[in-house]
């Protein structure tokens, strides 16, 4: 079977992107979706993301296999380059606005032109059973609590944007050892769907620097819902405004906890890379 399929990354963070329009399941298994993620031996990237006809309203349905081969809800910088994606497959007939069904709801990209675009991640989900975690009670949030990781007590707090992410704020990011300490974080028993992790410096209330161990793609060079949990998080504690920057090692993205509608916004690029064909799956 020959494959035809898009590049596409958002700050780094790389993605194949498939039109499956004609399908209502993935085309290509979870299993082939690691091959093409490796960078050796396949295309190479963070993720596989389908563009599947809408589901419930939707304009279109994106479904994401991370590298490893897992199903995460959503994807924050996936969803920048789905928009991209998608109206690149519209040509002239390509709206600005996107209503995408996913795991985790209905996401509303908006294209903004010079590349950027912004996203509406709706509304984050705080309480222990919606993480989840058991760092607190399934009603209770999990803000500000210990975890023993790596014989380190870290001070967490866990935010949900659909997928799992566990926030902790460190004095120097780059001093984190992420490479070994990142799987203890993501394989603790305290998150029982595995979770993205997060370090966060803060440099100013309105600018993050942050790195991210992800689930299912380890270190990657930026992670949206994970920069949206980051300022959510950064609010909670008392340690950020509810708009800043958050500055990733692959560039910097706008993220916005509303006040008014208590819904994250995000900003930032999208770049398609190349188009490419691969077979022998
Ligand atoms: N690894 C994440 C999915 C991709 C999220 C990240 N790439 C983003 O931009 O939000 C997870 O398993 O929840």
């Not at 919606?130 to 790596?150: G, H, N, S, W, Y």
Request: charged fraction near 20%; proline fraction near 5%.
């Amino acid at each position: 079977m020959e494959i035809e399929f898009t590049k596409y990354h958002g700050l780094g963070n790389d993605f194949i992107l498939i039109d499956n329009r004609a399908d209502t399941q993935p085309i290509i298994t979870s299993e082939q979706a690691v091959q093409l993620c490796d960078r050796h031996f396949g295309i190479g990237a963070d993720g596989v993301i389908f563009a599947l006809p809408g589901e419930e309203a939707g304009d279109y349905t994106m479904r994401i296999f991370n590298s490893d081969g897992s199903e995460p809800e959503m994807c924050g910088n996936g969803i920048r380059c789905f928009a991209q994606f998608i109206a690149d497959l519209e040509g002239a007939d390509a709206k600005s606005e996107y209503r995408i069904h996913t795991l985790a709801g209905v996401i509303i990209p908006k294209i903004e032109g010079e590349g950027k675009v912004k996203v509406d991640m709706g509304m984050p989900q705080l309480l222990a059973a919606q993480i989840p975690t058991t760092l607190a009670d399934a009603e209770q949030k999990a803000i500000a609590v210990p975890l023993q990781v790596a014989g380190q007590s870290w001070e967490v707090t866990c935010v949900s944007m659909g997928n799992p992410h566990c926030i902790t704020f460190v004095e120097d990011v780059a001093a984190i050892p992420l490479e070994a300490i990142g799987p203890q974080f993501e394989h603790h028993p305290a998150f029982p769907q595995r979770t993205n992790t997060e370090f966060i410096q803060v440099v100013r209330p309105d600018y993050l620097k942050m790195r991210v161990w992800e689930r299912g793609a380890g270190v990657t060079l930026a992670c949206g819902t994970g920069a949206c949990a980051a300022v959510v998080a950064g609010v909670l504690t008392g340690k950020s405004d509810r708009k800043a920057t958050v500055e990733l090692p692959g560039g910097c993205l706008e993220i916005e906890w509303a006040q008014q509608d208590q819904r994250v916004y995000m900003t930032g690029p999208a770049e398609r890379v190349f188009r490419g064909k691969v077979s022998q799956l």
